[in-house]
């Protein structure tokens, strides 16, 4: 469990290339994905993703991202896992402006925290500080910044994986279409999967694959990542839109 949930906190990224112009995201508050987590054949537990509020942190108006995932009292047998993240990410840029996580995962423990001071383009995080040459994405930020473009088949998007103090360049490709069913329903979707650069050449990883709806909402219904012994599956159980009522909205990005 431990390789498919790294696997998707590895895509912490930094912003470096920007092939299209963002549209509007119409994020509201209270927006929650719910899904299942299995192994292979084995339901393994719960993962939660959700637009919580709207902060002011570090001089931003951010949105305040956070996901869940935790194991089922079967896996916590064997293998408890209660992970947490959140990430602060401004309205206007969906730029990540802080990123905290706290990771326990079997015997394994991880806390991490860092923000970004865009006025001196730097980086502070829980142990150092280091300069930044764009404004930076996260695993949340991540899911919401792809869903800000109108991507098709064969797009790419070139970033630069940023988690704990680390930046090594990837580009994200949108390699084909499909239709999936998932437990909250049947959709036509993109792909999404990452390419790594390695010795000049790009070479494909193939861990990590992320179905987006084709639709205006892009929705991240299925995540699925390579493991030692078969695969780590991310199945959208639910989905809540949020506070959908204008007299009430907070406003989008």
């Known amino acids: 469990m431990k390789s498919f949930i790294l696997s998707l906190l590895s895509l912490a990224v930094a912003l470096a290339v920007i092939p299209w112009d963002l549209h509007a995201l119409d994020l509201q508050i209270g927006e929650k994905f719910t899904y299942q987590l299995k192994y292979g054949l084995i339901k393994a537990g719960i993962s939660t ?5 709207i902060e002011t942190v570090r001089g931003h108006t951010t949105y305040r991202l956070h996901s869940r995932t935790r194991s089922n009292n079967f896996v916590d047998t064997f293998y408890r896992v209660r992970d947490s993240i959140t990430s602060w990410i401004d309205t206007s840029s969906i730029a990540t402006v802080q ?3 706290s990771l326990n995962e079997g015997k394994y423990q991880k806390d991490y925290h860092v923000w970004f001071d865009y006025d001196n383009m730097r980086a ?11 404004q930076m994405q996260d695993v949340l930020s991540l899911f919401y910044y792809i869903r800000s473009f109108d991507i098709s088949v064969g797009d790419t998007i070139r970033m630069s994986n940023f988690d704990n103090d680390k930046i090594s360049p990837f580009w994200i ?26 010795d000049f050449l790009f070479k ?10 084709k639709d205006e909402r892009s929705l991240p219904v299925l995540m699925k990542s390579k493991a030692l012994f078969g ?10 839109p949020g506070n959908t009522d204008d007299t009430a909205r907070t406003g989008g990005l």
């Open 49 to 53: 993703m959700e637009v919580q509020d």
């Open 99 to 101: 990123f905290e996580k």
């Open 124 to 134: 502070i995080s829980s142990d150092t500080t280091f300069s930044i040459e764009s």
């Open 173 to 198: 490709s949108v390699v084909k279409e499909e239709q999936v069913k998932v437990p909250a329903g049947t959709y036509t979707c993109l792909v999404v999967e990452p390419f790594v650069e390695s």
């Open 204 to 213: 494909y990883e193939g861990n990590l694959k992320i179905w987006f709806t």
């Open 231 to 240: 695969s780590m599956i991310l199945r959208m159980t639910s989905y809540d």
